[in-house]
T-cell receptor, first 113, second 114 residues
Framework: SQQGEEDPQALSIQEGENATMNCSYK?????LQWYRQNSGRGLVHLIL?????REKHSGRLRVTLDTSKKSSSLLITASRAADTASYFC?????????????FGKGTTLSVSS | EPEVTQTPSHQVTQMGQEVILRCVPI?????FYWYRQILGQKVEFLVS????????KSEIFDDQFSVERPDGSNFTLKIRSTKLEDSAMYFC????????????FGEGSRLTVL
């Protein structure tokens, strides 16, 4: 079934460094979204990139999408301790209108001060 | 800012008991979802709901699960006879757009089945 897979599974960096997380998926999509989850909390939408877009920015976030490779990356620049969380990519299935978002396994980011 | 609210935040139940998890989606949203997350694992899609009927459901959403919108604000997930493996965090979400729009999630209901 349609699924995003993130890597790495876990990432530890120092404050001020950049964090890059990758996501791969299997089928054609309408868009790809990234979500953040603090431990034990609900998911929060970060950014959506459409299949006809290659790059998108939002504050310290930069997302790229390569539909030929079926992959996306999320870059967080100048990371802060408050960025510590799990990050998930989520995709739909372009072949089926209205298909629910399917989430990957996530990358756990730890930013130490 | 509008938000999705879920109750209870934590429920402990005995195996075989019925559980109802409640959600109040954002008021002008029309599409509703339930997801679950077993501790330390990925977020899994259960079911989507629109216009008072199920739009889509996953393999996880078997006959022991049901959803309902009993009034104009609540959206519920019922598990008829809980199993140990139903222990998880259950998240409700809503969206304005169908399918590939942004989802707004609640804080979740943690279900522990003993």
């Amino acid at each position: 079934s349609q699924q995003g897979e993130e890597d790495p599974q876990a990432l530890s960096i120092q404050e001020g460094e950049n964090a890059t997380m990758n996501c791969s998926y299997k089928t054609s999509i309408n868009n790809l979204q990234w979500y953040r989850q603090n431990s034990g909390r609900g998911l929060v939408h970060l950014i959506l990139i459409r299949s006809n877009e290659r790059e998108k920015h939002s504050g310290r976030l930069r997302v790229t999408l390569d539909t030929s490779k079926k992959s996306s990356s999320l870059l967080i620049t100048a990371s802060r301790a408050a960025d510590t969380a799990s990050y998930f990519c989520a995709t739909d299935d372009r072949g089926q209108a209205g298909t629910a978002l399917i989430f990957g396994k996530g990358t756990t980011l730890s930013v130490s001060s | 800012e509008p938000e999705v609210t879920q109750t209870p935040s934590h429920q402990v139940t005995q195996m075989g008991q019925e559980v109802i998890l409640r959600c109040v989606p954002i008021s002008n949203h029309l599409y509703f979802y339930w997801y679950r997350q077993i501790l330390g694992q990925k977020v899994e899609f259960l079911v989507s709901f629109y216009n008072n009927e199920i739009s889509e459901k996953s393999e996880i959403f078997d006959d022991q699960f049901s959803v309902e919108r009993p009034d104009g604000s609540n959206f519920t997930l019922k598990i008829r006879s809980t199993k140990l493996e139903d222990s998880a965090m259950y998240f409700c979400a809503s969206s304005e757009q169908r399918g590939s729009g942004e989802l707004f999630f609640g804080e979740g209901s943690r279900l522990t089945v003993l």
